[in-house]
């Protein structure tokens, strides 16, 4: 049975994309390339993003520096739960991490890139704040589990300003 | 990871778009598989598998060379497109829903076998996301299971514990 099974997965292999389609959007991408547009030049914390955000609003870059002095000198949230000796959880943890840095990556791209009129500005701006609060609550909770939900709603709270940027 | 790749990353992290054109030639089809075989639909699958490309050029600073594959890093960037497209779905896509499986070969198949393909491949789709991956990466792409623990983020024995309880889970979800 197992070797049926995985010679008939095998013969999924033969799935592919539709030649039009990949030739049209190889196309799109490298016009987006070659239009000039930068790329992120570094894997960003949510301090860097917070420093984005409120660099919009000339009238909020002095709290903000002092802001994301704060995040910087509190240390970034994720990086105290490798200090946690539950193996499980680290791994759990460093999954919703790497999806956190990824969209992270994401929302600085956007904020770099798009125009924001300013009650959404605010609103990110808060929504920031708010993940930020949930990284600094994981990393101070001493239960796990619910360490790693306020981690998943950090991750929550990312995800709805992606969208919120994307006009989703 | 080849010297090639490692030569056509470095330009494109430089700005070619053209080195980064033949990334796309050549991972391409792969990511769009590994999609499609996740979300069932096949304009979906092309939209996300575009997004995915488009995350990756902007975001090839942030890929470091250190022990971890071209590939591995599109894979996590797809995995998080997927995921990104259910929780905005919200709601599960219907089998009936799910587009016909073409293949390739499509016509040479006989009507047992295109049975049989479409029963595996809408058994995947009932899978979690893991051991979704795992079967794609093992049998379908025929990753090792070193490349399939980087692309996961997970040790080899947890890699081998996953792809064995997959195949379980696969052959139960068939088997009906």
Redesign the interface.
């Known amino acids: 049975?197992?070797k049926e099974?995985?010679k008939?997965?095998?013969?999924?292999?033969?799935?592919?994309?539709?030649a039009d389609?990949?030739a049209k959007?190889?196309n799109?991408?490298?016009a987006?390339?070659?239009s000039g547009?930068r790329?992120?030049?570094?894997?960003f914390s949510l301090a860097d993003v917070l420093v984005a955000a409120y660099s919009r609003k000339p009238i909020y870059a002095i709290a903000a520096t002092a802001f994301a002095l704060f995040l910087i000198i509190s240390g970034s949230a994720l990086f105290t739960i490798d200090q946690i000796n539950k193996h499980d959880f680290v791994?759990k943890a460093?999954?919703v991490n790497?999806?956190i840095?990824?969209?992270l990556?994401?929302i600085k791209?956007l904020l770099g890139n798009k125009e924001v009129d300013y009650n959404k500005g605010v609103t990110i701006q808060a929504m920031l704040i708010q993940a930020n609060e949930q990284l600094k609550q994981a990393s101070d909770e001493s239960d796990t589990d619910k360490s790693l939900e306020k981690i998943k709603a950090a991750q929550d709270t990312l995800?709805k300003i992606?969208?919120l940027l994307q006009n989703? | 990871m080849s010297d090639g790749d490692k030569n056509l990353i470095e330009r494109a992290m430089a700005g070619e778009a053209e080195a980064f054109g033949q990334l796309y030639d050549k991972y391409q089809s792969g990511i769009y598989r590994f999609i499609y075989l996740k979300v069932g639909l096949r304009e979906e699958a092309e939209d996300l598998t575009h997004q995915v490309f488009l995350k990756s050029w902007r975001n090839m600073p942030s890929y470091n060379f250190k022990g971890f594959p071209f590939s591995s890093w599109l894979y996590s960037i797809a995995r998080n497109q997927v995921i990104d497209f259910y929780r905005l779905k919200k709601d599960v896509v219907e089998l009936e829903s799910i587009a016909e499986l073409k293949t390739e070969s499509d016509s040479q198949i006989s009507f047992d076998k295109k049975t049989d393909l479409e029963r595996v491949k809408n058994a995947i789709i009932k899978l979690n996301d893991e051991q979704q991956s795992v079967i794609i990466f093992r049998f379908i792409e025929d990753m090792s299971i070193s490349e399939t623990a980087l692309a996961l983020d997970k040790s080899e024995s947890a890699v081998k514990l996953l792809q064995y309880r997959a195949i379980k889970n696969l052959k139960k979800i068939i088997d009906g």
């Open positions: 049975m197992d099974l995985i008939i997965l095998s013969e999924l292999k033969s799935i592919a994309p539709d389609y990949s959007s190889r799109l991408l490298l987006e390339i070659n547009k790329m992120i030049p570094k894997r791994v460093g999954e790497e999806s840095q990824i969209k990556d994401e791209y995800y992606d969208l989703k």
